[in-house]
């Protein structure tokens, strides 16, 4: 738990904070994030369009649809949110990647509320959305339990809440850090501290503790030799997981 039961780790904010102007560079620290994008936008998609019964394959599929996305960094998830006729509204503590999504989000004419913030200071506003999303969130944040109860209260009833996390395994470890971090290096070193990957039972508890029900589940696997990511049944490394607020 952080000081005073804050979901907030200053060292976390900090790490990404240094990236901001990394982020829109498809060549550059954040290129697996841009190669994982598609992937977690149409799981993403998908279940929007089940809950709120819309064709998923229209244009404008999540228009009329609140979104929060928590944990924002750039904007690299908010902007084809935006594209697909969502309200978005993305939230990170770390200023600098605020302003980077920003000022790429006027570059493309896109109109989308962002704001550095936390989840404390928009859960006591008392925000409310159609759609919560923590992408590649909680396995940063200091306190896991409060960070899924703020978020998970800020889900109006009939709402979904969305979530891409790794997984505490042997094989996340060998993959995610020693292989990605320091081999592969794919990512800066020190971007995930094992320890603090949820297993998927530990955020299902989490969910279950905000009145948020576990409804799906899926692994993604990264396929190097098409050099892109896929679902999967193999969730134990990355997974996404679906939760709803009953109505």
Request: proline residues 5%; glycine residues 10%.
């Amino acid at each position: 738990m952080g000081p005073g039961g804050s979901t907030i780790d200053a060292a976390e904010v900090a790490r990404f904070a240094a990236l901001a102007d990394t982020w829109w560079d498809p060549a550059g620290k954040m290129g697996m994030l841009h190669k994982f994008n598609p992937v977690r936008l149409g799981f993403i998609k998908e279940a929007a369009c089940r809950r709120f019964r819309r064709d998923p394959k229209r244009l404008d599929s999540m228009a009329g649809l609140r979104v929060l996305d928590i944990g924002c960094g750039g904007g690299l998830l908010s902007e084809p949110l935006a594209r697909l006729g969502a309200a978005v509204m993305g939230a990170d503590p770390a200023a600098p990647n605020i302003e980077a999504a920003k000022v790429h989000a006027a570059q493309g004419g896109l109109s989308i509320d962002y704001r550095a913030t936390t989840a404390e200071t928009l859960a006591d506003a008392g925000e409310r959305f159609d759609v919560v999303l923590a992408m590649e969130v909680v396995e940063h944040v200091a306190d896991l339990n409060l960070f899924v109860e703020l978020t998970g209260a800020m889900v109006k009833p009939g709402g979904l809440m969305i979530a891409a996390t790794l997984n505490r395994t042997l094989k996340s470890f060998a993959l995610a850090i020693v292989g990605a971090e320091y081999v592969l290096r794919w990512l800066p070193r020190g971007t995930h501290q094992w320890d603090k990957f949820v297993t998927p039972n530990e955020l299902e508890i989490a969910l279950a503790r905000a009145g948020l029900r576990h409804i799906d589940e899926t692994g993604v696997i990264y396929n190097p030799l098409a050099d892109h990511w896929r679902l999967s049944s193999d969730t134990d490394v990355n997974y996404m997981v679906t939760a709803e607020r009953p109505a």
